[in-house]
């Protein structure tokens, strides 16, 4: 008997075509049945965003020829891309949905500004096993290679083990050539934050505008935090959940007056 | 010695004309010094989004003749104007971030998709105690009437007390008329989601596209929910966190053949 092979919905923040999205449908392809819905332009940084006051495009397309997966274009968010997926375009319940490989980190806090860990934690609401991946390199010359052994291990792991209730896998890869990559490390978030910068220009027309650049401030010190595995050369690997009650403020809020 | 006013910032996900700020500010005027940053049209559901690949235009405006708040119109996301406001435009770091009152629920799983409650996270991310409110009727004709007493029972203790570490406030109001409320509640998020289905269109150019519809499915039944605690009355307060850590699901993920 030969074992019915697992689905698995693919998507990204950073759009169908991005080299991060290839990668990651040639290594599930070796794995699963391979469906691909994913926005049709770069969706970075829109984290939990979804469309409710704007129509939903989305298209059959057919990017690579002769690749055996079915691949859908959307012209949302890539949270819109996980509910359209898994309510209309798959005639059943994916096994588990993998979103990236992302041109760039989400670790620690930039988890919260996600589309690529949006699309996960989405489907981890929906009782979708879901992990996103992420290399700590923006260009889109990235080289994916060293990633793919991992992204291997941690999806077999993922459909053999299944996944604690509530909880989707965070997973960055440094930017480091296969021999240099050390491990999988499991870790905590690191208590970090992002400091602005306001860069104010002048436009055309004389009216003055903003880009937003920021800079990262890590003052969290301890070796279990992702940014740690990071920085010495481990694939971190930090389990998210979606319940952001916290369960420990319970008990201080309620001695207030109120 | 007169005790100074503290410094409080104002946001929104429905821009900066709704009738839930409006309701935000007039109280916050009664108890600080005022200044809103909100955005110029409405955001709702854009999450923790954040403008990087475009740029961010900002206006001193006056919608209020009269009334003694500074006033800035954005064209970003809630979250782009927390962080135009303290990197740019607030000279001192406010004391607080109040955001809403929003046009509609932010209880359980909607606080993910929220741009009320992502605005307030961001501010706790930097260091800003802040709180998000939200009243649970969408419509623009929204008695907030009620909501005033509890807000400022609320922004007065946070401000007495402080905000644990890492932890914002998630408050949502039940429609009802103020002899009605039965009190405040704290809270965990219940444990819900969102089934979506999608209704199917054809424009007039004969191509097809979809209007995000969902159904909301909550099946947990613990009476320490927040929505517990709207359906029977009280007003829910939830401590947030950003720290996503799945803390419990560690060890498992550890015991992977990884």
């Not at 397309?61 to 949270?79: I, K, L, M």
């Not at 760039?104 to 979708?128: D, F, L, P, R």
């Not at 940014?227 to 952001?244: K, M, N, T």
Request: aromatic fraction near 6%.
């Amino acid at each position: 008997m030969t074992k019915k092979k697992p689905l698995i919905l693919v998507t990204n923040d950073d759009g169908i075509t991005a080299p991060g999205i290839r990668t990651l449908i040639e290594v599930m392809n070796t794995i699963g049945d391979v469906v691909v819905v994913a926005p049709d332009a770069p969706q970075s940084a829109m984290g939990h965003a979804i469309t409710i006051n704007d129509v939903l495009y989305c298209n059959k397309v057919n990017v690579a020829e002769g690749q055996p997966q079915q691949e859908y274009s959307c012209s949302g968010t890539p949270v819109d891309c996980v509910k359209l997926a898994v309510n209309e375009l798959l005639d059943r319940k994916p096994d588990l949905c993998v979103s990236g490989i992302n041109h760039g980190s989400n670790s620690s806090i930039n988890v919260i500004y996600s589309g690529t860990m949006s699309a996960a934690v989405e489907a981890g609401t929906i009782g979708v096993p879901a992990i996103g991946f992420s290399l700590l390199d923006y260009s889109l010359e990235a080289d994916f290679e060293p990633t793919k052994k991992y992204i291997e291990l941690m999806v077999r792991q993922c459909l053999d083990n299944g996944l604690p209730e509530g909880v989707v896998l965070n997973v960055n890869f440094p930017k480091l050539p296969a021999d240099e990559i050390k491990g999988i490390r499991v870790c905590r978030q690191a208590n970090a934050h992002w400091e602005e910068k306001f860069d104010k220009r002048t436009n055309p027309l004389g009216r003055e505008y903003y880009w937003l650049t920021g800079e990262f401030i890590n003052k969290d010190k301890g070796e279990d935090t992702d940014e740690w595995a990071l920085e010495h050369g481990y694939v971190s690997v930090v389990p998210v959940q979606y319940d952001l009650t916290a369960h420990h403020a319970i008990k201080t809020i309620n001695t207030w007056d109120i």
